[in-house]
C-alpha cells in the first residue's frame, strides 16, 4: 500500500487528530491480513519533515482492539509535532521517539520507549490504565541530560544549579495504595529522593513517606523558588510521616545548613471540623547572621517604582472601619513549639529563645515569647479573642539591654547600636481596627542608650513623619547616614484611645529634642509639640541659627503636617511661651536643658508607677 498527498490533514480520518503536521506526506509499506490480525511490515511515512516507521501487529479481538508495534518517530522540530507550551519553551530542537507499545481495550504497555530531544534522554517503561491513569500497573521513568539548564527551559524555573541532569521515578500501584520506589532527581551535586506509600482513600495509616533533601549551598536551592536570602552553606533535610487512622505524624525531621540545626516532630489530625495541626521545633545552634542583613537590605531598598502606600478603607483612616476578618485563624487549628538553644544575629548571641502560640476556634494565644542575651532578653505574650464578631486584644512585651539591628547605620558595626529596654503594653476590644484601638489602654516606655542610631540616615524609615521631622528639626542631618546619641527616652500613656507623650525626649551630641501632646486614636487627629535646643561648648559647630527649635505636628495620621515657628516665638518670649503645650514631666527637662544640664544623668531607666 501506498498514500501520497499534499496536505495530511485532508485524509478524512484525522480531522479530529490534535496533531497534525503541515506538508506533503508519503505513506508506504507492507500489510497482511491473518484471520483477525493485521501485520504491519517495513511501513514508513513522512510527513512534511516528520518520519516514523512502524512493525508489529493490530488484532482485533471483539469488543476489544490490540496492538503490538515497534515504532521510530522524529524530526526535526518537537513543537511542531506537541504544541504544547513547555515543548514551546525548548525552541526548534530536533527529536526521536522510539520504543514498543502493546496492549489491548484500555490497557496499554510501553516498553523501552526512549526519547531524545536535544540533548535530553528519556526511558519510559509503564502498564498505563488509559481510562484512568491513576489507576496504571506501573510507570518507570528515566531521564538525563548533560545540563540541567533544559530543565529550567522546560519548566520556566527563575534558576536551575549548574550540572547534568538525571530523574529516576519507580511508581507502582496497587488496588488501595501507590508504591514510589527508588525515585530521585538529581541537578548537579544537588539530591532530592523520595520513597513512599500512599494510600488512595482514607484512612491513612497505610501511607509511609520518606525525604531526602540535600546540596552544596541553601542559598542556589532558594533562587530556584525566587528566595536569594537563604544562607551559602551545604545543606541536607531529612523528613519520615506515618500515616495514622485521622491524618499523619511526622516522627522524624532533621534539618541541617553550615553549622545551623533544626529538629522536630508534628502530628496532624484532619477528622474534625478543621484540621489540628502540632509541630514542635527545637535547635542547638540557629546562624541568621548573615540572613538578617539581606532581609533588611531588601526592606531598605524597596521597589522605587512601587505606588506609595494608602489606608485601605473608604475612610481614609490608617485603622480601619471595616470588621476585622481573620480567615487563616480558620483554616487549622495550630499548636506550635519553638526551642532554641542559641541564635546567632549580627549584634552578637542570643540564647533560649522560646516561642509558644496556639491558635483554636480562629482564638490566637502567644502564651510565651522570649528571648535573651547576654545583657537582656526580650519577652512578651499575646492574646486575641473574638466572640460573636467583638475581638479582644491584649498584648505586653518587656525588652531589656537589647541593641535592634535594624538600627544600625550602614557600613556599621551593628553592636554600635545603643541598647535599648522598653516596657509595653496594649489592651483593646471591638469590631474593627478602629473600635479596638479607640477603646485602647496601655502605656509604652523606651529608654535608649548611648549609641549610633540611623533613624536620619536610613532609607528604612525614609518618606515617613520620623524622617520628616528629623529633616525638620536639623536639615544638616541629611548629609549624615547616622547620628550619635547620647540617650533618649518615651514615656507614653494610652489612656481609653488617647495616646499621651508625657514625657519623651532625645539628647545627641549637638542637639536636645523634647516633644509632648497627644494622639486621638478615634479621630486619629495629631496634636504634638517639638522642640529642640542646640548643645553649645561640646567641640560642635553652634546649630542655633540652623535647626527649627519649635514644631507642630498636626493633622491626622495618615495626613500629617508639620508646622515650623517661624518668628522662633520658642526661644525668644521667654520660658512661658517656650514650654507652652509640655507636660509637667517635659516641662521639667526643658528647664534642665535650657540651663545647661546634661539630661542623661537623671533619665529613669524603668517606666515610673
Sequence with gaps: IRLRGPEVAGIAVLPEWPFVPEGEFDI????????????????????????????????????????????DLNGPDLSAVLPYPPIDRLGRKSFQLYGNLAGEGQRLAVNDLHALVGNLDIEIDARLDLSDLLASDRIEIYAMA???????????????????????????????????????????????????????????????????????????????????????????????????????????????????????????????????????????????????????DDAESGDPAAEPATPANNSGRVFSEAPLDLPWTEIADVRLDIDIDRLLVPTGELTDFHFDVDVTDGNVIVDRFEVNSPQGGV?????????????????????????????????????????????????????????????SNGHVFVFIDAGQIAVFGSEFFSGGLIEGVARTINPLARSRTYTEVDCGIANIEIVDGVVEFTQVAVQTQQLTTVSSGNIDLDS??????????????????SLAGIVNPFIRIAGTLSKPTLEIDPT????????????????????????????????????PRERPE
Design 379 to 439: 519577652y512578651g505574650r499575646l492574646s486575641l479573642m473574638e466572640e460573636q464578631g467583638v475581638f479582644s486584644v491584649s498584648a505586653a512585651l518587656l525588652v531589656d539591654d537589647i541593641r535592634p539591628p535594624v538600627l544600625a547605620a550602614e557600613g556599621l558595626d551593628p553592636l554600635t547600636v545603643p541598647p535599648i529596654d522598653a516596657d509595653f503594653r496594649f489592651d483593646g476590644s471591638g469590631q474593627s481596627l478602629h473600635e479596638i484601638v479607640s477603646d
Design 146 to 296: 548533560p545540563d540541567a539548564a533544559v530543565l529550567q527551559t522546560v519548566a520556566s524555573l527563575e534558576h536551575v544549579p549548574a550540572g547534568p541532569f538525571l530523574l529516576e521515578l519507580n511508581v507502582d500501584t496497587t488496588q488501595a495504595t501507590y508504591v514510589i520506589s527508588d525515585s530521585t532527581i538529581q541537578i548537579g551535586e544537588f539530591g532530592f529522593d523520595l520513597d513512599a506509600e500512599i494510600g488512595k482513600s482514607r484512612p491513612y495509616s497505610g501511607n509511609d513517606i520518606s525525604v531526602f533533601f540535600g546540596g552544596p549551598s541553601l542559598r542556589e536551592s532558594g533562587l530556584v523558588f525566587g528566595d536569594p536570602y537563604l544562607a551559602d552553606e551545604p545543606f541536607d533535610l531529612e523528613a519520615h510521616l506515618d500515616g495514622t487512622e485521622t491524618g499523619f505524624e511526622m516522627d522524624t525531621f532533621n534539618f541541617k545548613v553550615g553549622i545551623s540545626e533544626i529538629s522536630g516532630a508534628m502530628s496532624a489530625d484532619v477528622s474534625g471540623r478543621r484540621p489540628a495541626i502540632d509541630v514542635m521545633f527545637e535547635s542547638p545552634l540557629i546562624d541568621l547572621r548573615d540572613r538578617i542583613p539581606r532581609l533588611l
Design 524 to 541: 486619629e487627629r495629631l496634636r504634638l509639640t517639638v522642640r529642640t535646643f542646640p548643645r553649645e561648648g561640646l567641640g560642635v559647630v
Design 568 to 603: 522662633s516665638s520658642a526661644t525668644s518670649a521667654g520660658a512661658a511661651v517656650a514650654t507652652g503645650g509640655l507636660s509637667v514631666l517635659a516641662r521639667g527637662l526643658w528647664d534642665r536643658i535650657r540651663g545647661g544640664s546634661n539630661m542623661c544623668r537623671n533619665l
Design 28 to 71: 508506504g509499506g507492507n500489510i497482511s491480513v491473518e484471520r483477525s490480525q493485521i501485520l504491519l511490515s517495513d511501513v514508513t511515512a513522512t510527513a512534511g519533515e516528520l518520519n516514523a516507521t512502524v512493525q508489529g501487529r493490530i488484532s482485533r479481538n471483539l469488543p476489544e482492539l490490540a496492538i503490538d508495534l515497534d515504532i
